[in-house]
């Protein structure tokens, strides 16, 4: 099953309505970067600032609430969720999502961060060694929700996307991690990624772009520039890049070698989702922490891993343990 064509109407079938809601995205944006200009000093006051924490600060139970909210932002999430969307629901929505949510991310905050280089708020002696504008986690939690909400076209997904996207940003606020003025940067940088990458990475996708070139060609594309854009100086550049890599030369080896069926029985779904997971904390969690971090290739190659086992090794074991078939029309 592919993605729902992009010429469709996003919000609604009507077009004059559809167009309205267009505007106001493109409104809302530009109302929040001016609101970002004409306040940058007050938005990153450290008095501001530590007044939100401070609802965090006393009670417990908000605290654990927020740590819970701001993990549906994070990188580790979405590679889980996105994974599972791929092996059980869909390939093409899980696979364009793994390879957006790190391109967002590195985009959207990890580029910025490095050329900006503002210090994170200093009021809860949390130590991030990394800069702070604009919030990576409010940013890509505005691309993946929204790319979701954009594609599935449900109005309950578009409520979900739109409350949990201010929450994320509200999360990091509120557990120190960044000042108001980081997020409404997120939720800038999200959306405007978000409709450029619709808008040109996918209409290319749809219309095919692609069968222009040879699949060993693809591959080494996939591969090639995600290598080089991982030498950029941004902190996380192989961690995302890595991710980038292994996801789009995991899904040209399972279109070309295997194709496999993401239905099956609720029985098959519980069980790939979670040899899929369980693997995916192998690859990640142990092994990240034991090799050196400043290692840039072993960094590139475990993250790689971990999204080359989500598109390609897990559903060719799925297949030769008999919790997937194959399907020879994708």
Known sequence: MELPPLTSNIFSNDHSTERAWRWFF?????????????????????GFAYSIVSITVYNRVIFRLFQGITALGSEGFFLVFLSVIYWSINKSLGFWGLILMPSAIFVTSEIPKDIIRLPRPDVRGITVP???????HTSGAVSVWGYLAIMLKKRWLWIWAV?????????????????PGDVIGGIVTGVIFLAVFLGIGLGMIENRFYEKFPPAMLLLLALV????????PATYAPNLMGYVAGAGAGRLLEKEKLDFNPRGSMFEHVVRGLIGIVVIGIIILPLGPLLPGNIHPLTFIIHALSTFWATFLAPLFFVKVGLARLDNHG
């Not at 409350?163 to 000042?179: A, K």
């Open 130 to 136: 990394t800069y702070t504008f604009p919030s990576g």
């Open 163 to 179: 409350l949990i996207c201010l929450l994320v940003g509200l999360s990091r606020i509120t557990l120190g991690y960044h000042f």
């Open 26 to 46: 493109v409104f809302f944006t530009a109302f929040l970067a001016v609101i970002l200009y004409l306040f940058w000093y007050p938005l990153r006051d450290p």
């Open 225 to 232: 520039i995600p290598i080089a854009l991982s030498f950029l």
